[in-house]
């Protein structure tokens, strides 16, 4: 028996132990401990950022790895509570479905030996598998659990997959460590990025900016403010605290000057070569923290950095291509005025950063932007979401009532995001908002003065909503002082240039080069889901390839059914395009090799997708030593 096997069998002894001494019975059922509905809205507005950043890190993998299979990937607080789930519940025992709702504690006091409540009773990551489990009724399935820290190290949650047990194991585990790596990464970047510089490094020049690499933050004085755990592990030290110089090897001065571009190596502490690379603050630096509070007001400063919520401005966003730089020059021309604006584009188009950067882009650049997708509120919840409620208002209202978006939004921007489906009364509550300037909460008779500038989103034309009365003509006359047209991905014609800057917001240190293959079939791609779309593409493309350069075989397979998906629009399909474009077929020809991978030797959709005969793909694999 190996070290790694003992010591896996001593943890799950040790939880057996301690669901003894709670007194489980392994033959009982799970009990179902759910938090009440005040402590549960508590619970999720406490881990708000940890789901959102969850969300953005666990949604490519289920979306593109498991969603074939029988798994459900949870989050748990760090008292055990369920916070969210993914994926397909399809494995579940019928009479344990109430376990995976939301609020529900995982803690082993009530659930017995579980992948969650024992990776948050040890802090590290564990498996479990079906006969490992306490209770005889959760022996159905395995799950893989890992706890995870936030920037000040300590543990906020714990993410895990659960499956039928026909998932491999090590596999399973092997992901869940490396989402949750992303999410204390992207939890450190959020709080520090801004202002502080980051050192992302690792022991090869090669993976140096994987997934796995160390990173590290300091700030001006050189003191390091945060570290992930892999960077304690390959420097041998906790890091926080010490000096960069200390660890490195190289002053302060000569680090902070080093160019962004190139890799550098140092020896320091830790005795090992090490490689890396350093990003600057994305603005001025905050001096070094005088007392241990000054980190704790870093802290509570509003965490731009991650992808979705940067602080861009309109002109940030032009990256070349006409239509873009169409609706750019005429937002600019307007930022600094209370015109409204109606954003109309497809879904995934952008239209909440292109709002945003219209945001950052104006004099209300330092007041809330506040965005509320109205699509996704219960109908009878958005009048009071919008214009809030004082308590006891309604049944179920929040017990200390609420302030409301609209209010929330008060000196700077607020985005009404698929304002077509806001139903009829409150477009009527909203008008006379607009034209008093005040607005009044549910149940109360109080109004307070309201200044903010409203821009709408949408992704089909208000006009015609307009014509089937689905939506007030006095309305749509004020909020649209302007319409500004967002193409479609398929539509632009920057599309190389947007994947470059999306890649360097997706990685931490250089982003990895792209082959040219892949850059051509982005191009000739229909991307349904617009932008978002490609986030999701890139993002498994940076998974897949460790940090190297991203190949075909690095992309998800949806990519590539969209691709033979005929495209409804009437200009030429994709593959029209290529048999048209002789120095295409040619790179066809010399991406065969990446093509047998990606298609996992599919001769007949390798001919599909690059437009040559079965028989000359043959011949050609034949003549490479392929087939
Ligand atoms: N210029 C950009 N730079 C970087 N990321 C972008 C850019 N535009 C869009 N994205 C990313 O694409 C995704 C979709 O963008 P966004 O939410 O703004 O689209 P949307 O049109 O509002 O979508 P929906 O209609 O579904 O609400 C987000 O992850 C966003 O961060």
Redesign the pocket.
Known sequence: MSDLTQSHNEVIEASWKRCRSFGLNPKSAPAIIRLNKGDWEDAQGKSRDLIVTTQEQVLPYYENILVNSNSLVLLADSSGNLLSRWGRPGFINQMESHLFEQGTSWLERFNGTNAVGTALQTGESVVVGRDEHYLIANRYMTASAAPIFNSERELVGVLNISSDAYLPTSHVNGMVKVMTQSVENQLIMATYRQHYYTLVFNNSEDNHTSQWAGLLVFNDAGEIVAANRRADLLVGHVLKGLNIEMVTGITTLKLSAHPENQTLSFLGISNYRLFGTLKRPLTNMIRAPQSPLSSVKIKSEPKPTK??S?E?QLS??D?GDMKMQKAIKRAASVANSDIPLVIQ??????????AKAVHASSDRADKKFVAV?CAAIPTELVESELFGYVKGAFTGANNKGSMGYIRQADGGTLLL??IGDMPLHVQARLLRVLQEKAVTPLGSTESYPVDFRVIS?T?QPLREAVFKKQFRDDLYYRINGLTLF?PSLSERSDINA?VI??LD?LTVGDSPPISNEVLRLFEQHPWPG???Q??NTLRVALALSGGSMIHLHHLPDDFFLDLETPSEKPEATPHEQIEMTPSLVVSWRESLPELYSATEGNITRIAELSGVSRNTIYKRLRELGIK
């Open positions: 992808i979705a940067g861009r940030d966003l990256l584009g497809e879904t995934g188009a952008g239209k909440e950063v292109f997708n995001d698929e989103a992704h967002l947007l800057h999306l917001g617009n932008i978002r490609l986030v």
